[in-house]
């Protein structure tokens, strides 16, 4: 499929793998919408991105503000939805169960809203592409949330290719990727995370997110695979 000309949404897109796949679609001649919640993010990651392009400041966290978002945005081709939080690992008897229901907020019911309100508005040969995790099949000590959220994505990927046919929904699983959702740890434990990642996977580095992004475009520009979850993980889950 040429993209060039089409339209993609990219919630989560003014920073980390967002960011990456916004400039990698408009690499390709697609026209750009970004979407996050906060505007100075956006204004920054604007000035990455051609000429045209768009931004929004949208608190996805509540589902009225993704209604009201695409009867601004229009009919589009493509909606990408990569929005997340920092990460936050705990073993289960240190986590705050209040806390925990609020990561699915943006990482679930987030993109869930996205893909209801957002499918009046795809056009004819549209995609959706959604964002996962190795957390899923992978899980550390920890990662009971990451890992519950990862499932839920997974399995609401392949109810929507069902549901939503002949629109292919689709999702990216990665593995650790260098991004600013890190940065609520402290930098030793950050790099000491990335430092083991690089030692343990087969490819022996941490991926950057234009690794991930290239996954979005190819998802985009994929016609026949839909109910899918594409692995970029380095090899991690083989470990």
Known sequence: MNLQGKKVIILGGSSGI???????????GVS?????????????????????SEGYAVDLNKEENIEKLFSKTGNFDHLVYCAGENLTLNTINATDIDQARSFFNLRFWGPFA?????????????????????ANARPGAGWSVASAICGAMEGFVRAMAVELAPVRVNCVVPGVVKTPLWDS???????????????SVLLK?????????????YLMEQDHATGQSLLIDGGTVLV
Do not use: C, H, W
């Open 18 to 28: 967002g960011l990456a796949t916004a400039k990698a679609a408009a690499a390709k």
């Open 32 to 52: 750009v919408i970004i979407v996050s919640s906060n505007q100075e993010r956006i204004n920054i990651a604007l000035k990455d991105l051609p000429a045209g």
């Open 114 to 134: 996205a893909v209801k309100y957002g499918i009046p508005f795809l056009n004819k040969g549209g995609s959706i592409s959604l964002t996962s995790g190795t």
């Open 185 to 199: 740890m402290p930098e030793a434990n950050r790099e000491g995370l990335y430092k083991y990642v690089s030692d």
């Open 205 to 217: 580095r941490v991926a950057e997110a234009e690794d991930i992004a290239r996954g979005f475009i």
